[in-house]
Structures are given as structure tokens and as C-alpha cells.
């Protein structure tokens, strides 16, 4: 749980989210699916930019809100495992 907790690896992990969309971004569509259906076809798109940096700037408004509840870590590192599949599948 230490490590979980850790500011140097929250706030790692945050960077990570920016340099991952920085490189991804010239390689993503100009629609980027977030969201599919059953049928696993998407049916919600967003442009490209606010697909790439949606899930950084909610982990660095949810890292600035560990300090009110801990437990606002572990949602960090949730969004960042979520960013990392949005963007491998929108390539």
C-alpha cells in the first residue's frame, strides 16, 4: 500500500498520462472513439484533442484531491490503465 501512496509515483504517473498523449496524439484519428457499444463497434466519438488530454487532466484534478481523501490514488492510476487502452485503441 506504501507504494500505492507514494506522491513521486502518483504524480509520475500523471506525467506519464501528458507524455503518453503528446506522442500518441499525431497517430490518433481525427474522431476518437471513447466509448463502445455491445456489439463493440464505438458510438461515441470525441476530436482528437479532447480524447488525448480528458483522462490526464482528471488524474492531475484527482492527484490535487488525494490530500482531501487517499483514496483518490488509486482512482490516478485507474484513469491512467483507462487512458493507456483508449489510446491503443483509437490507433
Known amino acids: 500500500m506504501f507504494l500505492l501512496t507514494n506522491e513521486k509515483l502518483m504524480w509520475g504517473s500523471v506525467v506519464a498520462a501528458f507524455i503518453l498523449s503528446i506522442v500518441f496524439y499525431p497517430f490518433l484519428p481525427s474522431e476518437m472513439p471513447i466509448h463502445y457499444d455491445a456489439a463493440n463497434s464505438p458510438d ?20 490535487w484531491a488525494q490530500k482531501v481523501n487517499w483514496q483518490f490514488v488509486i482512482v490516478v492510476y485507474i484513469l491512467l490503465i483507462c487512458h493507456i487502452v483508449i489510446l491503443c485503441l483509437a490507433v
Open 44 to 63: 461515441l466519438t470525441v476530436n482528437k484533442l479532447a480524447g488525448s488530454v480528458m483522462l490526464p487532466i482528471l488524474m492531475l484534478v484527482f492527484a
